[in-house]
């Protein structure tokens, strides 16, 4: 029986350019009394990480070419210089229609507006893009913890998707690092001996929704500690959420 | 800041067709001391409602027509009245490829095998279908609960989904009464005054995610007590999770 929690970090400043996420979290969660150990996890949004690798776009400096001008027109997008920004960001798009954008990105995500994202930007000009590597940038931050802190608690980073098929939108984990992305219950058996078909679970995009349910959309808080999935946390940092990527080969709805 | 927590609830029996659910919750939860309050939301796996309320289907009374037989052949399925069974749940075969069919159910989900499920069902023999209405079922579950305790809290009813472009699968509501299935946050201002983007939150499925992750998928723990969603809870039972639903007018990957 396992309890699993999750509580937002509270005290967390605005994120700026260079900031060590790292410190200002082991700050924070020292102030608040929540701790890091081996078997929590850290779950941070990923703007703050863009926000600190300077994953973002300062409008003022975007010229939209002709595509994004056209596509801004046919979409009814008021600023032609923000779908440029989404093109950049797509190796391809996959649909663009009533006035959205599917894209998919370097990284292999498939997602509306290629994982732009304007809002709780800092400043009306500025965009947030999604890491370069977010997998890679999860990796450094527990490094960066365990530097810290001598522990070495799991770390995903998350963003909102939306569905193809269902309203709403919620958190999957878009990088990860010491989080078993996925747990494969394939030719395990059931508890009256059938082979289980439901078998592989994404846990990580699990914990990513579920950190989200512990922070408030309009207050900032990033970062959100995780307690009880000490079951999917590795020491090694596994293959992170890339292995959450269903290859283009494979995809039945392209 | 909200302390959001989840736990599987034990020693519920084997669920068979015409059971109390309400009645083995309420006595599970005493026994093991979890509350029932109005703060707490009742996740539950489908297959304990289908159960309950018959929705099965015995393998051995279906004989599979020749549409089934030929798919069964195409897509090298051994058992073409499995495939029986899941045309029998489509109202549409939205793609049949790989082996795999996706379709779209009578209420509006597009899933695998229309949401048809052999695992962890009581006897080979048994398929499992989803509740015939998911939405009434959560009504009605939290009605009898009120009945029992004089408290109203949240249900959700879960199925694992996977993902058109994502590995894996997560628990999605397929059916809630008194949670909120989508938080709605268009038009409201973020920390620095600018308009949310993100905005839609799926919060249902967020929860039915997170009651997953404290459930042991190789035990029968089909209830999970979630806690600190107060926010999500309503009094009344709400629109239910055909909110969720995307209509097929408004669907880009058909």
Chains 1, 2 share one sequence.
């Not at 939209?64 to 008021?78: Q, T, Y």
Request: charged fraction near 25%; charge should be negative; hydrophobic fraction near 45%.
């Amino acid at each position: 029986m396992t309890d699993v929690r999750a509580r937002a970090l509270p005290g967390l400043p605005e994120i700026a350019r260079g900031a060590d996420l790292a410190e200002l979290i082991v700050a924070a969660a020292e102030s608040s009394g929540q701790p890091l150990d081996d078997t929590a996890v850290v779950a941070i949004a990923h703007k703050a990480v863009s926000k600190a690798e300077g994953a973002v776009v300062a409008l003022s400096e975007v010229t939209a070419g002709d595509e994004a001008k056209a596509l801004a027109s046919r979409l009814g997008k008021p600023d032609p210089r923000v779908v440029q920004v989404v093109l950049d960001e797509c190796v391809e798009v996959v649909r663009a229609e009533r006035g959205v954008i599917i894209g998919r990105t370097r990284h292999g995500f498939i997602c509306a507006n290629a994982g732009v994202d304007t809002s709780n930007a800092a400043h009306r000009d500025e965009l947030v893009l999604l890491p370069r590597d977010p997998d890679g940038s999860a990796r450094q931050l527990r490094r960066r913890l365990h530097e810290l802190t001598g522990v070495r608690p799991a770390v995903v980073i998350s963003d909102s998707f939306g569905r193809a098929w269902r309203h709403g939108q919620v958190d999957i984990a878009v990088g990860c690092a010491g989080l078993v992305p996925l747990q494969d219950w394939r030719g395990r058996q059931d508890s009256v001996g059938l082979e289980l078909q439901a078998t592989m679970i994404a846990a990580a995009d699990s914990a990513a929704a579920m950190a989200d349910l512990a922070r408030a959309k309009d207050s900032r808080e990033p970062v959100v500690m995780v307690y009880g999935l000490g079951s999917h946390i590795s020491e090694d940092d596994g293959p992170g959420a890339a292995a959450l990527l269903r290859a283009t080969s494979e995809d039945l709805f392209r």
